[in-house]
């Protein structure tokens, strides 16, 4: 079955960086986009970053566009997300996620339905 377990997450100060990382398994990595969530408490899930099967493609939510950056490594089963410049408002829950289908847009929220459990990510100011 689908896994994807997440890692990296942490308590840092505003202004510094983390990088998260996703082992996937029970699925051919390569052939599927991967996408990056977030939630804050009291928020909504948001898709903050997305990348295509080749890393040929990315996405990023305006909030966080210029400041982090998600790659992959599909001989290793990995998806990243390197956040950089991290501020207050990006203290949330992360989740690495995958679509539904491999050929649904990675841009679109709702085409994702497999989730890690999650990693916290704390910025205090």
């Known amino acids: 079955q689908v896994q994807l377990v997440e890692a990296g997450g942490g308590s840092v100060q505003a202004g510094g960086s983390l990088r998260l990382s996703c082992a996937a398994s029970?699925?051919?990595?390569?052939?599927?986009?991967m996408g990056w969530f977030r939630q804050a408490p009291g928020k909504e899930r948001e898709l903050v970053a997305a990348?295509?099967?080749?890393?040929?493609?990315?996405y990023y939510a305006d909030s966080v566009k210029g400041r982090f950056t998600v790659s992959r490594d599909n001989a290793k089963n990995t998806v990243y997300l390197q956040m950089n410049s991290l501020n207050t408002e990006d203290t949330a829950v992360y989740y690495c996620?995958?679509?539904?289908?491999?050929?649904?847009?990675?841009?679109?929220?709702?085409?994702?339905?497999?989730w890690g459990q999650g990693t916290q990510v704390t910025v205090s100011s």
């Open positions: 996620a995958r679509p539904v289908g491999r050929l649904l847009s990675f841009s679109q929220a709702n085409t994702y339905g497999y």
């Open positions: 029970g699925f051919t990595f390569s052939i599927y986009p």
């Open positions: 990348i295509s099967r080749s890393g040929g493609g990315t």
